[in-house]
């Protein structure tokens, strides 16, 4: 028998380490070039193992979009926590996670390449669609202000900005532009 049979199997820490490498390959090749079999490789996975996981190199992509978005729920999840003030909470919540993202090298390499994905695959689309929409429900009797709205789309465009490097605003401008978007939430 080979060791393969006395081997403990851990599927959920196996699950994990192939989104952790599909997620270094993605960041270093782009989504594009990622395929099963380079994760399978890269991972030392078997190829039948990725497939048990992941079916196909969708199963996979829409794995890791899931992975990033849970971690960015999280996130806006744990800042309204922490704000006392009902009134437009998400909509700084989601300022202030999507403005920091940059803050994250890694991190923000994963968003560029998942805003990119986005960008390009329909069913990605819909997904964040969606994920917008449910929150924009959730949260409609505090953050349905037109100001709450408009920190929102403020928001996406600081993100396109970081992504892309553009409008070169230097920190203390940035701040102050934040800090002005916080105070439309207040509204």
Do not use: C
Not at 47 to 61: E, I, M, S, V, W
Not at 151 to 170: C, I, K, Q
């Amino acid at each position: 028998m080979s060791l393969a049979h006395h081997r403990r199997k851990q599927p959920a820490l196996v699950r994990q380490q192939l989104l952790d490498v599909a997620a270094r390959l993605t960041l270093e090749q782009g989504m594009g070039a990622v395929t099963l079999d380079g994760v399978s490789s890269a991972s030392g996975v078997s190829k039948g193992g990725l497939l048990h996981h992941f079916p196909t190199k969708n199963a996979l992509l829409d794995a890791l979009f899931d992975n990033l978005l849970e971690r960015f729920d999280a996130d806006i999840d744990e800042r309204m926590r922490e704000d006392p003030v009902p009134h437009g909470r998400f909509s700084r919540a989601y300022l202030r996670a999507v403005v920091e993202i940059k803050d994250n090298p890694g991190e923000a390499a994963h968003w560029a390449q998942v805003t990119i994905a986005i960008l390009a695959e329909p069913r990605l689309r819909a997904r964040w669609r969606d994920w917008v929409q449910d929150r924009a429900d959730e949260y409609v009797g505090t953050d349905s202000s037109i100001d709450a709205q408009l920190v929102r789309f403020a928001a996406d465009g600081l993100w396109l900005a970081d992504m892309v490097d553009s409008h070169g605003a230097g920190t203390v401008d940035r701040q102050a532009l934040v800090a002005r978007l916080i105070e439309l939430t207040s509204k």
